[in-house]
């Protein structure tokens, strides 16, 4: 289904001619070495992994990344590409302008993955803690008690909002958030640490002053 998307989002472009593989080309396929730029998803990734191919001779590269989650930025960042996709955010111009970018030897990196690789370079902050100091007050509450495991229905009456509003909320936040349900969205957030069990947002790391010599 991703990639019949993929080839009609494609054929919208101008001066783009697309073609699907069915799996991971070898480095002596034709098709690897007549592509300017070629895209995987981070399955593909798992599975060049898992047999042990290369997939250098692919690049430029760019990742496509199905749902901001931890394991998944880890996955699609341990590999050497070029850009990456948010595939929430697959739309033509989205698609053209990482080709581009990628063509013209420049990186295409979103800003939920830039926020990973800062994130991880630096140590000192979840991987989501941008996307939440983000949210409105009202987004936050709405966050906090979800995460709680209140229904639609517990968080309107403990916020005032009306059920609808709720809704209204939720769906915004697993926008955001990339989560195709609130279940994925409360995992990703628990386990990325940036939120706690009770709502609250966790406590940020003390940061250890340098010893000077």
Same mark, same amino acid.
């Given at each position: 289904? @991703? ?9 919208? #472009?101008? %001066?783009v +001619?697309?073609?699907?593989?069915a799996?991971? /080309?070898?480095?002596?396929? $034709?098709a =690897?070495?007549?592509? %300017?730029v070629? #895209? !995987? =998803?981070t399955?593909?990734?798992?599975t060049g992994?898992?047999?042990g191919? =290369? #997939? %250098?001779?692919?690049r430029?590269? @760019?990742?496509?990344? $199905?749902?901001? %989650?931890?394991?998944l ?8 590409a070029?850009?990456?996709l948010?595939q929430?955010?697959?739309s033509a111009?989205a698609?053209?302008?990482a080709?581009?970018? !990628?063509?013209?030897g420049?990186l295409? !990196? /979103?800003?939920t993955?830039a926020?990973y ?5 630096? &140590? ?6 941008p996307q939440?100091?983000?949210l409105? =007050? ?5 966050l906090?008690? #979800?995460v709680?495991?209140a229904?639609? *229905?517990?968080?309107a009456?403990s916020t005032?909002m009306s059920?609808?509003?709720v *809704?209204?909320? !939720?769906?915004?936040?697993l926008?955001?958030?990339h989560s195709?349900s ?6 990703l957030l628990?386990q990325?640490?940036?939120i706690?069990?009770? &709502?609250? $947002?966790?406590?940020? +790391?003390p ?5 000077? $010599?």
């Amino acid at each position: 289904m @991703i990639r019949r998307g993929l080839l009609s989002l494609m054929a919208s #472009l101008p %001066d783009v +001619t697309a073609q699907a593989m069915a799996r991971l /080309p070898c480095r002596e396929d $034709p098709a =690897s070495k007549e592509a %300017d730029v070629s #895209l !995987v =998803s981070t399955s593909a990734l798992v599975t060049g992994e898992r047999t042990g191919r =290369s #997939l %250098d001779h692919l690049r430029p590269l @760019i990742v496509i990344v $199905p749902a901001a %989650d931890p394991h998944l930025f880890e996955t699609a960042t341990r590999h050497p590409a070029d850009g990456y996709l948010m595939q929430a955010e697959l739309s033509a111009p989205a698609l053209q302008d990482a080709i581009a970018q !990628v063509r013209q030897g420049r990186l295409a !990196v /979103p800003d939920t993955v830039a926020a990973y690789l800062l994130g991880r370079s630096r &140590g000192d902050e979840p991987v989501l803690l941008p996307q939440l100091q983000r949210l409105s =007050s009202r987004g936050a509450e709405v966050l906090s008690l #979800l995460v709680t495991g209140a229904s639609n *229905k517990e968080i309107a009456h403990s916020t005032g909002m009306s059920v609808h509003g709720v *809704k209204r909320h !939720v769906s915004a936040l697993l926008g955001q958030f990339h989560s195709p349900s609130r279940v994925h969205l409360v995992s990703l957030l628990l386990q990325s640490g940036a939120i706690r069990a009770d &709502g609250l $947002p966790a406590a940020p +790391t003390p940061k250890v002053p340098a010893q000077r $010599p």
